[in-house]
Every structure is written in structure tokens, then in C-alpha cells.
């Protein structure tokens, strides 16, 4: 095997414990697999121009993805535990929802393309790891991730502040083919008022959905700074995202945000991590710091906002009718079950929410404006019924369990200890991004998000030792 200068010269910086680095030639179909994540994480409602039809940038690159690992050589996942399994039973479950709104709603497009968005975005748990073969190949992935982060971070805390908010929304908000509907968007935003117009948003979305991307992204600029192969140019880009991020997430000012910002960094702390992580702890404790103690006073923060709805999460869990339906999402579920027993073979589908979005329906199968669909396992439910729903959580728990083990085994291994200890980073943030909203399952772009971090989660596994392993 050959290596090169430059990997030699990141991996003498990294201490013991790291193995040579093989010198591959990254594959073009993980540099489009790169390009797709940081699409995702950028712009995933960006339109292709010029062409006549509604066609998302994120849907034509999943589809090239798709055909693209078609092509490529057969790979075993079994070995790797039983997400794979749950991932496909999810899917079938996903199309008996989605025919089954086909055939209550009358609208074929609709349930056409949604059907078969969702199955596309579940694929990548086995998309991924056949891309993903390399540790070269994971470099040209960090660095999607990496200039997504800084992107949309940077976007969203110019959003927060109401010096640069007008700016930005009158600049990257205002074009139509990165933002659809911008001019809705932007007259919507000019009749609100009050603390909502000055969270952190993004062209992901509004603030809710733009803390699960950046909340489960950020601790990948973690490993990235310290990944023989990437480059020491790179190296910098990845201990700057990991800076930037957080203060991204906390300029969404949501509680779901600033949890996953203060558990990420405690995390980062008992891990010891050491340098710049030692830096973004100290700088998330000084930001958090000041703006408890100077937040109610300041025209720049709105974390007034932030001590209300936690107050209210603690002491009247069930009176505020939001905070209310964040508990409800778990147990109102099992109650309209007992009334509807069809939810325990398909649910609804999401052709229906998006013909409303558009006027074109009246009702719903399920009404989703009472019920409470606050978390993602009560929309997997309504969406695609109770099997679905269970194939969610799961889920969740087979990842934390898959990554627990590879932390057991990896031993006095350091670069195992960093890929599966920044894992389980990743892991907690998507987690409160999962429990608290539902655009992991009801939202194309975050479905896409769950099972690519799926697929990252097997590629990792797979590779193994990932030092200098042959594959």
C-alpha cells in the first residue's frame, strides 16, 4: 500500500492509536453521494431550474444515488444488526399507507411521488454503506457535511439578528428556486411579529427542522478535525464548523436546540476531547452564560422565550395546549387506535397534508390540526400505522445499541473510540430532534436526513477497524 505526504503528516499529529491510511482514489459515486449531503444540508427544497416540472435538486441526485448503487457490487449488511431489516419492514408499511391515502383521496401523482420520495430517502441505509466502502470516501463526505454546516449555520444566526435579518431575507429567501413559495414566505413574514420572526431559520426550513440537521451533523466537524486523509485546509474548515454549528443551534432559540447543544458539549467534556473541542465547550458555556444572565435585557437574544416555555414544561406540563401536545404525541396515539383498529395494519399516508397544504382537500383521514402529532413516533403512527411506528423506536434503540457495542469493542483503539464516541453524539442530537418533532417522518428532507445517518452508521460498522483495512 502507498501514502501519501499528507496523510503521514495528519496522522504523526494525531498521537497513538491511529493506524496508516491507505491511499485510494475516492470513487465518483461518493463525491456525488458528498454533493448530496451537502445539497441536503444546504438547500433541500432547491428546484431544478429551466426544465418546465417541479424537480427537487435533492430528488434527482437521490435518484442518480439509487440507480448508481444499482450498478454497484452486492454488499452484506445481516452481520450489521437488524436496522437493515426494520428499515425495509418500515418501508412496506410506508407504501400500505401511502396506497392507502391513493385510493381514499383519488389523487395518483401525489401519492405516486410521495410513495416513492419515502422509499427513496429509506434506501439510503443500504445506498450509503455501498458508497461508503473506503476511508476515502468518507472524506469526501465529511466535506459535504462539513460546507453544509457552515453554510446553513452561518444563514441561520445572520436570520437570528435583526441587523442582518432584513439582508438575508431579502436576498437568499426571496429566490424562488431555493426557497419555493418565497414570496408567501416573505409576505408572511413581514404580518408576524413578536419572538417566532426572530429565531434562527434557514433554507432547510423554519427553526424546528434546521436544529435536527444541524443537531445531528455538528459532532461529525468533531471527527472530521482529527481524520488522517482529510487535510490539514480541511482540518481547519472542520474545527471551524464545529464552532460555528452550535452557535447556529443556539440561534434557533428552541429548548429541543439548546439541549442538544448543552448535552453535545458535556458529552464532548467526559469524552475528553481535547484542543478545539476544549474551545467549543468553553465558548457554548460563556454564550449560554451571557445570555441567561443578560438574555431579557438584549435586543440580540430572545431567551426570555426560552425560560417561559421551560417553565411551563415544568410546571404546567399539560396545561399549554403546545406543551401539552408534545406528552400527548405518546400516549393519544394508542387512544385513536381503540377507535380506528386500521391504524394497526396503515395509517393515512402524507398525500393528504400536502393536498391540504395546497387547498385541494377538505379533510383528512386523521385530523391532523387537534391531534397531537409533536414527536416522530405519533406521526409514523397517523402517517403509516402502529407497525411503523414501533419499526421508529426500534430503530433508534438497535442504532444506540449497535453503537454502544462498538464502543465496548473498540478498546484502547483512539480513532474507534473518536468515530463511535462521535456516533453517539449524533445519535443524542438526532434523539431530542426525533422526540420533540416529526419532520423525521413526515417531511421528505428529514427522512432523508434519519436513514442517511443510518446508512453512515452501517458504512461505519462495516468498515470495521478502519484503519489501513483492506475491503
Given at each position: 500500500?502507498?501514502?501519501?505526504p499528507?496523510?503521514?503528516?495528519?496522522?504523526?499529529?494525531l498521537?497513538?492509536?491511529?493506524?496508516p491510511?491507505a491511499?485510494?482514489?475516492?470513487?465518483?459515486?461518493?463525491?456525488l453521494?458528498?454533493?448530496?449531503?451537502?445539497?441536503?444540508?444546504v438547500a433541500p427544497?432547491?428546484?431544478?431550474?429551466?426544465?418546465?416540472?417541479?424537480?427537487?435538486?435533492?430528488?434527482?441526485?437521490?435518484g442518480?444515488?439509487?440507480?448508481?448503487?444499482?450498478?454497484?457490487?452486492?454488499i452484506?449488511?445481516r452481520?450489521?444488526?437488524p436496522?437493515?431489516?426494520?428499515?425495509?419492514?418500515?418501508?412496506?408499511f410506508?407504501?400500505?399507507g401511502?396506497?392507502?391515502?391513493?385510493?381514499?383521496?383519488?389523487?395518483f401523482?401525489?401519492?405516486?411521488?410521495?410513495?416513492?420520495?419515502?422509499?427513496?430517502?429509506i434506501?439510503?441505509v443500504?445506498?450509503?454503506p455501498?458508497?461508503?466502502r473506503?476511508?476515502?470516501?468518507?472524506?469526501v463526505?465529511?466535506?459535504?457535511?462539513?460546507?453544509?454546516?457552515?453554510?446553513?449555520?452561518?444563514?441561520?444566526?445572520?436570520?437570528?439578528?435583526?441587523?442582518?435579518?432584513?439582508?438575508?431575507?431579502?436576498?437568499?429567501?426571496?429566490?424562488?428556486?431555493?426557497?419555493?413559495?418565497?414570496?408567501?414566505?416573505l409576505?408572511?413574514?413581514?404580518?408576524?411579529?413578536g419572538?417566532?420572526?426572530?429565531?434562527?431559520?434557514?433554507?432547510?426550513g423554519?427553526?424546528t427542522i434546521?436544529?435536527?440537521?444541524?443537531?445531528?451533523m455538528?459532532?461529525?466537524a468533531?471527527?472530521a478535525?482529527?481524520?488522517p486523509?482529510?487535510?490539514?485546509?480541511?482540518?481547519?474548515?472542520?474545527?471551524?464548523?464545529?464552532v460555528?454549528?452550535?452557535?447556529?443551534?443556539?440561534?434557533?432559540y428552541?429548548r429541543?436546540?439548546?439541549l442538544?447543544?448543552i448535552?453535545?458539549?458535556?458529552?464532548?467534556g467526559?469524552?475528553?476531547?481535547?484542543g478545539?473541542?476544549?474551545?467549543?465547550f468553553?465558548l457554548?458555556?460563556?454564550?449560554l452564560?451571557?445570555?441567561?444572565?443578560?438574555?431579557?435585557?438584549?435586543?440580540?437574544?430572545?431567551?426570555?422565550?426560552l425560560?417561559?416555555?421551560?417553565?411551563?414544561?415544568?410546571?404546567a406540563p399539560?396545561e399549554?395546549?403546545?406543551?401539552?401536545?408534545?406528552?400527548?404525541?405518546?400516549f393519544?396515539?394508542f387512544e385513536?387506535?381503540?377507535?380506528?383498529?386500521?391504524?394497526?395494519?396503515?395509517?393515512a399516508?402524507?398525500?393528504?397534508?400536502r393536498?391540504?397544504?395546497?387547498?385541494?382537500?377538505?379533510?383528512?383521514?386523521?385530523?391532523?390540526?387537534?391531534?397531537?402529532t409533536?414527536?416522530?413516533?405519533?406521526?409514523?403512527?397517523?402517517?403509516?400505522?402502529?407497525?411503523a411506528?414501533?419499526?421508529q423506536?426500534l430503530?433508534?434503540?438497535?442504532?444506540?445499541?449497535?453503537i454502544?457495542?462498538?464502543?465496548?469493542?473498540?478498546?484502547?483503539?483512539?480513532?474507534?473510540?473518536?468515530?463511535?464516541?462521535?456516533?453517539?453524539?449524533t445519535?443524542s442530537?438526532?434523539?431530542?430532534?426525533w422526540?420533540?418533532?416529526?419532520?423525521?417522518?413526515?417531511?421528505?428532507r428529514?427522512v432523508m436526513?434519519?436513514f442517511?445517518?443510518?446508512?453512515?452508521?452501517?458504512a461505519?460498522?462495516?468498515?470495521?477497524?478502519?484503519?489501513?483495512?483492506?475491503?
Open positions: 500500500m502507498r501514502y501519501s499528507v496523510q503521514d503528516r495528519s496522522r504523526r499529529g498521537g497513538t492509536g491511529f493506524a491510511v491511499q485510494y482514489t475516492a470513487l465518483p459515486s461518493s463525491r453521494l458528498g454533493f448530496f449531503i451537502l445539497v441536503l444540508l427544497r432547491a428546484r431544478v431550474p429551466g426544465i418546465g416540472i417541479p424537480l427537487y435538486l435533492v430528488d434527482g441526485l437521490l442518480f444515488l439509487f440507480l448508481t448503487a444499482l450498478r454497484r457490487s452486492a452484506s449488511l452481520p450489521l444488526g436496522i437493515p431489516l426494520l428499515a425495509g419492514i418500515y418501508t412496506i410506508v407504501c400500505l401511502e396506497m392507502r391515502g391513493l385510493i381514499e383521496y383519488r389523487a401523482a401525489e401519492s405516486a411521488y410521495m410513495m416513492g420520495i419515502f422509499c427513496l430517502a434506501s439510503l443500504y445506498i450509503v455501498k458508497m461508503i473506503t476511508q476515502d470516501n468518507l472524506v463526505v465529511f466535506k459535504g457535511i462539513l460546507f453544509g454546516l457552515l453554510v446553513t449555520s452561518i444563514i441561520v444566526i445572520l436570520y437570528s439578528m435583526g441587523a442582518t435579518r432584513p439582508a438575508v431575507a431579502g436576498t437568499i429567501f426571496r429566490w424562488d428556486f431555493l426557497n419555493p413559495g418565497a414570496e408567501r414566505y409576505q408572511m413574514l413581514q404580518m408576524t411579529t419572538e417566532d420572526t426572530t429565531r434562527g431559520t434557514s433554507l432547510i423554519a427553526a434546521t436544529t435536527g440537521f444541524l443537531g445531528t455538528w459532532p461529525v468533531f471527527l478535525a482529527k481524520w486523509g482529510l487535510g490539514l485546509r480541511w482540518q481547519k474548515v472542520a474545527r471551524l464548523a464545529s460555528i454549528a452550535p452557535l447556529g443551534l443556539l440561534a434557533t428552541g429541543a436546540a439548546w442538544i447543544v448535552v453535545i458539549a458535556i458529552m464532548a467526559i469524552f475528553g476531547f481535547g478545539g473541542r476544549r474551545k467549543v468553553i457554548v458555556s460563556l454564550c452564560l451571557i445570555a441567561y444572565l443578560y438574555g431579557d435585557q438584549s435586543d440580540l437574544f430572545v431567551v426570555n422565550r425560560k417561559v416555555r421551560t417553565q411551563a414544561t415544568i410546571n399539560l399549554s395546549p403546545e406543551e401539552r401536545e408534545r406528552f400527548a404525541s405518546y393519544e396515539p385513536h387506535l381503540s377507535e380506528n383498529p386500521i391504524w394497526i395494519v396503515a395509517g399516508g402524507r398525500t393528504g397534508q393536498l391540504m397544504g395546497r387547498g385541494g382537500l377538505e379533510t383528512q383521514l386523521f385530523d391532523e390540526g387537534t391531534l397531537a409533536h414527536s416522530a413516533f405519533s406521526m409514523a403512527y397517523y402517517a403509516f400505522g402502529l407497525p411506528a414501533i419499526c423506536v430503530l433508534m434503540l438497535s442504532a444506540l445499541r449497535l454502544l457495542r462498538r464502543l465496548k469493542a473498540c478498546g484502547k483503539d483512539r480513532q474507534q473510540q473518536l468515530i463511535w464516541q462521535v456516533l453517539l453524539m445519535w442530537g438526532l434523539l431530542f430532534w422526540l420533540s418533532g416529526h419532520a423525521a417522518v413526515g417531511e421528505p428529514g436526513l434519519l442517511f445517518w443510518f446508512g453512515l452508521l452501517l461505519c460498522s462495516r468498515l470495521g477497524t478502519m484503519s489501513g483495512a483492506k475491503q
